[in-house]
Nanobody, 126 residues
C-alpha cells in the first residue's frame, strides 16, 4: 500500500522560499506520476504542479509558473516542491498526490491521483 508523508511546511515572509518534501512508500515509485495540490481556507483544493514518470513532463498552474518547481529523487522515493518568491495568496495546506495507475495526461485534476498525503500547512506573511 502506498503512503505519503509531507513535510517542510511553515511560516515564511513574502518573497521568501520554502521547499516541501513528500516521502512516498511504495514498490514502484519511479513509475508513479506525482503531483502537488493546495487548499486555501474557504476554497476548493486546486492543482499546483505535477511530474509524469515516462518523460518527466511537468504541468504547472499559472500562479506557480516561474516561481514553483517540482522534482523527485527516485533513489530516495521523494518528491519536492520548491516555492520561491512566495506571496500571501500562496497560504494554504499543500498536499502531495500520487497516481499509481498511470492515468493519461494531463495529470492536473484530483481524479488523476489515487493516493494522497495528509497535507502540510504553508503560511506566507505579508
Amino acid at each position: 500500500q502506498v503512503q505519503l508523508a509531507e513535510s517542510g511546511g511553515g511560516l515564511v515572509q513574502t518573497g521568501g522560499s520554502l521547499r516541501l518534501s513528500c516521502a512516498v512508500s511504495g514498490p514502484a515509485f519511479s513509475r508513479y506520476n506525482l503531483g502537488w495540490f493546495r487548499q486555501s481556507p474557504g476554497k476548493k483544493r486546486e492543482f499546483v504542479m505535477s511530474l509524469g514518470w515516462k518523460r518527466g513532463f511537468k504541468y504547472n498552474a499559472p500562479f506557480g509558473r516561474d516561481r514553483f518547481t517540482i522534482s523527485k529523487d527516485n533513489a530516495k522515493n521523494m518528491v519536492y516542491l520548491q516555492m520561491n518568491q512566495m506571496k500571501p495568496e500562496d497560504t494554504a495546506v499543500y498536499f502531495c498526490a500520487v497516481d499509481t495507475k498511470d492515468q493519461p495526461p494531463p495529470q492536473t485534476t484530483e481524479n488523476k491521483f489515487d493516493v494522497w498525503g495528509q497535507g502540510t500547512q504553508v503560511t506566507v506573511s505579508a
